[in-house]
C-alpha cells in the first residue's frame, strides 16, 4: 500500500512508473474514453429496422391510425406498449415522443418555469428555485437545470441510491425544491441500481412543494451486462400507492437499444399530470414522427425481442468493462489507490480516485494522448468537491485500444496518487 510506504520508497516507485509514463507518451497515441456511445458494432446491430418497413408495408397501426399523416399526439399505440413494457407500466400511462428524452425533460421542466404544474405560480416568477441532485450524475442533467438558473444541490449517493435522509429533511423543510434527477437503475455515472427502499422512499416523499416532482431518467432500463437482471420497483405504481400520484414523469428512450439519436423516447406519468402536458404538446407539435415509432414497434413485436437485442449488446459490452475493472483491479488495488464498482448494467464505470488527485490524473492521461471526460464533469457547476471522480465510458473504442487506454489511466493514477504522498 503507497499510504504505508516510506519516502524513500514512494520516490522510487514514482521514478519508475514515470519511465512507464514516458514510454507511453512517445508512443503518440489519440485514444478517446470519454463518450458515452454505442459502437458501431452495436449500432450494427440495428440495421434490420431498415428493412422493416418497405414500399409494400402496411403502414396502418392497430388502432387503424394511419402513420403517414398527422395526428395520434400521444404516440402510435403499439409503441406505447413497447415503453411500456421497458418501463414496466401501462401503456395509457405512456405519452411517446421525438428521438431524445433528454429533449422531454428539458420540455417537463420548461412546462414547470413557463405555466406551473397543477395550479402553482409558474418557477419563472420565483425568485429561487432549487433542484436536488444525486451526485455523481449525469452531467446533461445538470446542465438543463442549470441552465434555468435553478440553484443544485448535491445530494450524496449511497450504495443504493440517493442518501434518503437528506432527500426527506431537505424536500420537507423547504418549499423552493421543485424537483430531483434520478437515474434509478445502472445509474450514470455508477451503474447503481436504486434498493425497493429508496424507491419506497422516494414514492412517500412529503414536500413541501405542491409542484415538486421526480425525474426518473430510465434511460437503462434493460441495459444489463449480464444475465442477471437488477429490477427496481416501478415507481408510478408506488407512487399511487402512497398516495402521490402526481409525483413523478418517468423518461426512456432507445437511444442505446437501437439507435443513439435516431430512436424514439418517452415519458409516463399519472392521468392528472399526462392531461397537463398534453395541454401544452397539442400546441407545440401535431404529432410526432410515427413512421419511426412503427418500425420500432414492429421490430421489436414481443416482450422477448427487446430482452434479445439488449443480449447482443451486453456480449459487445461485456468484455469492455470487465477489461477496464481488471486493469483497475490489477494495477491499483495492491497501491490502495482509489476505489471503483463493478456495474452490472449501463454505460459507465466511475472510479473513486484518491481525494484531491482526479484533475491531475485527467491532465497527465491527456498529455499521454488519453483523453478522459474532464474531472468534476458529473457534478453540477462541474464542481467535485473532492476532486476525486472520474468517469469512464467503456462503449466506444475498440478494446484494443480500451486496453492500452486502460492501461495508461492507471499509470496516470498512481503518479498522481504518489505526488499527492510525496508534497
Ligand atoms: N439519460 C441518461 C441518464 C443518459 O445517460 C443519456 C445519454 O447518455 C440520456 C438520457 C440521453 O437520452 P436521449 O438520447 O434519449 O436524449
Known amino acids: 500500500k503507497y499510504s504505508e510506504m516510506s519516502l524513500e520508497e514512494l520516490n522510487s516507485e514514482k521514478e519508475q512508473l514515470t519511465a512507464q509514463y514516458k514510454k507511453w507518451q512517445s508512443k503518440g497515441l489519440k485514444l478517446d474514453m470519454s463518450r458515452g456511445k454505442p459502437s458501431v458494432e452495436q449500432l450494427d446491430l440495428s440495421m434490420p429496422l ?227 402536458i398534453k395541454k401544452t404538446l397539442t400546441v407545440q407539435t401535431i404529432g410526432f414522427d410515427k413512421i419511426n415509432m412503427l418500425r420500432h414497434a414492429r421490430y421489436f413485436a414481443d416482450v422477448e425481442s427487446v430482452s434479445k437485442h439488449m443480449e447482443k449488446h451486453a456480449k459487445i459490452l461485456r468484455p469492455k468493462f470487465e477489461l477496464v475493472i481488471k486493469t483497475l483491479e490489477r494495477d491499483l488495488a495492491e497501491a490502495g489507490c482509489g476505489s471503483w464498482i463493478s456495474p452490472k448494467g449501463g454505460y459507465f464505470i466511475t472510479f473513486d480516485a484518491p481525494k484531491g488527485t482526479a484533475t491531475r490524473i485527467v491532465d497527465l492521461a491527456a498529455e499521454a494522448g488519453v483523453k478522459l471526460t474532464p474531472a468534476g464533469a458529473p457534478f453540477p457547476y462541474h464542481m467535485d468537491p473532492n476532486d476525486s471522480v472520474i468517469r469512464f465510458a467503456p462503449s466506444l473504442p475498440p478494446i484494443e485500444e480500451l486496453e492500452q487506454a486502460a492501461e495508461v489511466f492507471t499509470v496516470c493514477a498512481r503518479i498522481a496518487y504518489l505526488e499527492k504522498l510525496i508534497h
Open 50 to 276: 431498415f428493412d422493416i418497413l418497405d414500399g409494400k408495408s402496411l403502414m396502418k397501426c392497430m388502432n387503424g391510425v394511419e402513420t403517414r399523416n398527422y395526428g395520434q399526439l400521444e404516440g402510435i399505440v403499439e409503441a406505447q406498449h413497447l415503453f411500456a413494457e421497458i418501463m414496466d407500466c401501462q401503456p395509457e400511462q405512456v405519452i411517446v415522443g421525438g428521438n431524445s428524452s433528454l429533449n422531454m425533460m428539458f420540455d417537463a421542466v420548461s412546462r414547470g418555469y413557463m405555466f406551473g404544474f397543477d395550479g402553482c405560480t409558474p418557477w419563472c416568477k420565483l425568485d429561487r428555485v432549487k433542484w436536488l441532485c444525486p451526485v455523481p450524475g449525469y452531467d446533461r442533467h445538470f446542465a438543463i437545470t442549470q441552465h434555468f438558473g435553478f440553484e443544485m444541490i448535491n445530494i450524496p449517493m449511497n450504495e443504493d441510491g440517493p442518501d434518503m435522509d437528506v432527500v426527506e429533511g431537505l424536500v420537507a423543510a423547504d418549499d423552493t425544491i421543485k424537483g430531483m434527477w434520478c437515474v434509478p437503475k445502472y445509474s450514470n455515472p455508477q451503474g447503481i441500481v436504486y434498493s425497493d427502499e429508496v424507491v419506497r422512499r422516494i414514492a412517500n416523499l412529503k414536500p413541501a412543494a405542491k409542484d415538486f416532482r421526480v425525474f426518473w431518467d430510465n434511460a437503462y432500463a434493460v441495459h444489463h451486462l449480464y444475465k442477471e437482471k437488477s429490477k427496481i420497483l416501478n415507481i408510478l405504481h408506488e407512487c399511487e400507492e402512497a398516495d402521490n400520484p402526481n409525483l413523478v414523469f418517468e423518461f426512456a428512450s432507445t437511444s442505446k437499444i437501437t439507435f443513439a439519436g435516431g430512436g424514439i423516447a418517452a415519458i409516463a406519468c399519472n392521468h392528472k399530470n399526462r392531461e397537463e
